[in-house]
């Protein structure tokens, strides 16, 4: 869906063929859209995938959204991924998938929006109860995304938040402190640097608190689906 697997894997290789990197220390995940749940097509997809990146397996393999929802078990039994997640599920999807008779393999994660103007705090308890971790995509709000409009509040420019970073020496970009693993993208080489120093610091139980007070906004509405009965959005969480 993305179209950037052939670069993403050609990164990759490069720096597996130049012996900065071995496979088994990188984390690599990729997505099914869609189109490609129905069982018969999941194995093609999760192979082209596999032949675009030009890997052997991946170590996660989401379910993009909830809508046509069949399971991929068998990728892990066939050994092209080692785990399989969900993505864009809501509290009673997931609980459909883990009552569903002779699931075998429960989803690793819950890959979600998340980020101070979606702290979706009851969706991620939940997971977390259940053993599933949670990704939070769009961490920073997602500021470039296509349907994005001009009247939209920027999460980087919300004064609170500067102030937070200026306290802390990072940019506003900070990340949240709150089990949850964060895919954060830029394709600026100094922000992605700047994007993996999450480790040095660490933030106030009010900072905290701050950074989770403002009022809800979602990014990603998925309008497009909208009207399907798997439409994962109309849920309280
Ligand atoms: N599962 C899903 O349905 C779903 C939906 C949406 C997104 N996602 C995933 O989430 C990941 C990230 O989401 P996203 O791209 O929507 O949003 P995001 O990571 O919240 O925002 C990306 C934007 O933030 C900017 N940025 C990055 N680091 C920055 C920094 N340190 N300072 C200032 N600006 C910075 C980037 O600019 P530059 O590139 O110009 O640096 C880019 O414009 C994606 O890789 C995608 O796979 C998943």
């Given at each position: 869906?993305?179209?950037?697997?052939?670069?993403?894997g050609a990164g990759i290789n490069a720096m597996i063929d130049q012996?900065v990197?071995?496979?088994?220390?990188?984390?690599?995940?990729?997505?099914?859209?869609?189109?490609?749940?129905?069982?018969?097509?999941?194995?093609?997809?999760?192979?082209?995938?596999?032949?675009?990146?030009?890997?052997?397996?991946?170590?996660?393999?989401?379910?993009?959204?909830?809508?046509?929802?069949?399971?991929?078990?068998?990728?892990?039994?066939?050994?092209?991924?080692?785990?399989?997640?969900?993505?864009?599920?809501?509290?009673?999807?997931?609980?459909?998938?883990?009552?569903?008779?002779?699931?075998?393999?429960?989803?690793?994660?819950?890959?979600?929006?998340?980020?101070?103007?979606?702290?979706?705090?009851?969706?991620?308890?939940?997971?977390?109860?259940?053993?599933?971790?949670?990704?939070?995509?769009?961490?920073?709000?997602?500021?470039?995304?296509?349907?994005?409009?001009?009247?939209?509040?920027?999460?980087?420019?919300?004064?609170?938040?500067?102030?937070?970073?200026?306290?802390?020496?990072?940019?506003?970009?900070?990340?949240?402190?709150?089990?949850?693993?964060?895919?954060?993208?830029?394709?600026?080489?100094?922000?992605?640097?700047?994007?993996?120093?999450?480790?040095?610091?660490?933030?106030?139980?009010?900072?905290?608190?701050?950074?989770?007070?403002?009022?809800?906004?979602?990014?990603?509405?998925?309008?497009?689906?909208?009207?399907?009965?798997?439409?994962?959005?109309?849920?309280?969480?």
């Amino acid at each position: 869906m993305y179209k950037n697997e052939e670069e993403v894997g050609a990164g990759i290789n490069a720096m597996i063929d130049q012996g900065v990197v071995k496979r088994e220390d990188l984390f690599i995940v990729s997505k099914l859209w869609c189109t490609f749940h129905i069982p018969s097509l999941v194995r093609g997809a999760c192979e082209k995938t596999l032949r675009d990146l030009n890997l052997d397996y991946l170590d996660l393999y989401l379910m993009h959204y909830p809508m046509g929802a069949k399971a991929m078990e068998k990728l892990v039994d066939a050994g092209l991924v080692k785990a399989i997640g969900i993505s864009n599920f809501n509290k009673d999807q997931i609980e459909a998938l883990l009552n569903k008779p002779g699931l075998r393999y429960k989803p690793a994660t819950n890959q979600i929006e998340c980020h101070s103007y979606l702290t979706q705090e009851k969706l991620i308890n939940y997971c977390h109860s259940k053993g599933i971790s949670v990704t939070a995509y769009s961490p920073l709000g997602s500021p470039d995304r296509p349907r994005a409009s001009s009247d939209d509040p920027s999460l980087l420019e919300e004064p609170k938040i500067k102030a937070i970073a200026d306290k802390y020496n990072k940019t506003p970009a900070l990340h949240i402190q709150r089990n949850v693993m964060v895919v954060v993208k830029s394709t600026t080489p100094h922000r992605i640097k700047e994007n993996i120093q999450l480790f040095d610091f660490e933030l106030s139980e009010d900072d905290m608190k701050t950074m989770l007070s403002f009022t809800e906004k979602r990014a990603f509405k998925l309008q497009w689906a909208s009207s399907h009965k798997d439409y994962p959005l109309n849920a309280e969480y």
